[in-house]
């Protein structure tokens, strides 16, 4: 598989070297039928990546329950700017069934750790370590969100709202 870098050459140099962003949170939420010519509509493809500890972590094996996927890198400052937002999600959500997982996209298992470590990250943080998994999810610009629901059918990809998409996943009690 063709590895790709989700630096300069997917962002463009031109706004790299500017200071600006990528955003992938603007506009209407999406229900994809193809995104990054992979994902069909409702059908995430699954997967299996490790985690800091080095333990294996599969996607098909969280059905039942939902499941909120942070494409991110330590080297991107929206990512850095959202984790307050991303650990409220987390306090909110994960006691109502909410699995909730940072996807950290071709970085070192020992630089993920330590900025894991020094931001206080209480969800569980896997390592895309050839970006194949970001690929086929259609990333290209981070931070990255891909919500599922309880029987792992697509909610949202990217989710530029997902606080709406999550409250309507778990409605207030009457």
Not at 65 to 78: A, Q
Not at 94 to 115: A, T, W
Not at 146 to 157: H, I, K, M, N, T
Request: net charge negative.
């Amino acid at each position: 598989m063709m590895r790709r870098r989700y630096g300069l050459g997917r962002v463009g140099v031109g706004l790299v070297l500017a200071g600006l962003l990528l955003c992938v949170g603007c506009g209407e939420p999406q229900r994809p039928e193809v995104t990054g010519g992979q994902v069909a509509a409702g059908a995430p493809p699954d997967f299996t990546l490790k985690d800091l500890q080095g333990h294996g972590w599969t996607l098909g094996d969280q059905r039942g329950k939902p499941v909120l996927m942070l494409f991110t890198t330590t080297w991107c400052p929206s990512c850095r700017q959202e984790i307050p937002h991303y650990k409220a999600i987390y306090d909110h959500y994960r006691p109502r069934g909410l699995e909730m997982v940072n996807i950290d996209i071709q970085e070192s298992r020992e630089k993920v750790s330590r900025f894991a470590d020094g931001h206080g990250l209480p969800y569980r943080i896997l390592l895309d370590e050839t970006g194949e998994v970001a690929q086929a999810y259609g990333v290209v610009g981070v931070p990255f969100a891909a919500l599922l629901d309880r029987d792992g059918q697509v909610v949202c990809l990217p989710c530029p709202n997902l606080d709406a998409e999550l409250a309507a996943l778990y409605p207030a009690a009457p």
